[in-house]
């Protein structure tokens, strides 16, 4: 299939622990987006990068979180010293500009 | 800020029974808005973009519709493999999207 892949789906980290959460695009969208999803919650916006450009970070909740891109193409949102309100799953979308997203499966942390 | 408040939160409905789900937003320049569904343990799966008041679309047995203070979905004779969460955003001034809780749709057979 050619839609977004995210790995690990599945993360158990303890806390103060560094985790590195990969997304892989649908090939040929410029638009990339992280999203944190609660329990019960939609999934609300933490970042966005154009190829390779971070244009919007105004969602990440602490400076324990950094995202990259690169290469214009696979992104990591990288969680320092995860704490266990960090626990969420982390959604990665992909876009041809500012049409529809498309989401990937997820990655489901849990920080103990 | 851009906000999403969608209703009902939960909804139990017999198999060929028709309802509507809302989706009521503030948004500074609406430049679409999106609905999805989503199942447990999968990401979110777009279904329908609108862009205008009165603007119309429809899938199978899903129709979203827009005003310009709310989104309507629209599910006709729905299934059981309809059963899932349905989630509405906005996109405005900002990049990303703007979601609601979303409304968990049960279709009992």
């Known amino acids: 299939g050619a839609g977004v892949s995210q790995s690990p789906r599945y993360k158990v980290a303890k806390r103060g622990q560094d985790v590195a959460l990969r997304c892989d695009p649908i090939s040929g969208h410029v638009s990339l987006f992280w999203y944190q999803q609660a329990l019960g919650q939609g999934p609300e916006f933490l970042t966005y990068f154009q190829n390779e450009a971070q244009l919007d970070k105004s969602g990440l909740p602490s400076d324990r979180f950094f995202a990259e891109r690169p290469e214009g193409s696979v992104s990591t949102l990288k969680i320092q010293r995860t704490q266990q309100e960090d626990s969420a799953v982390y959604l990665c979308a992909s876009s041809y500009g500012f049409s529809e997203q498309f989401f990937g499966p997820g990655t489901r942390l849990t920080v103990l | ?109």
């Open chain 2, 1 to 109: 800020e851009d906000q999403v408040t969608q209703s009902p939160e939960a909804l139990r409905l017999q198999e060929g029974e028709s309802s509507s789900l809302n989706c009521s937003y503030t948004v500074s320049g609406l430049r679409g808005l999106f609905w999805y569904r989503q199942d447990p343990g999968k990401g979110p799966e777009f279904l329908f973009t609108l862009y205008s008041a009165g603007e119309e679309k429809e899938k199978e047995r899903l129709k979203a519709t827009l005003t310009k203070k709310e989104s309507f979905l629209h599910i006709t004779a729905p299934k059981p493999e309809d059963s899932a969460t349905y989630l509405c955003a906005v996109q405005g001034g900002a990049d990303g999207l703007t979601f609601g809780k979303g409304t968990h749709l049960i279709i009992q057979p």
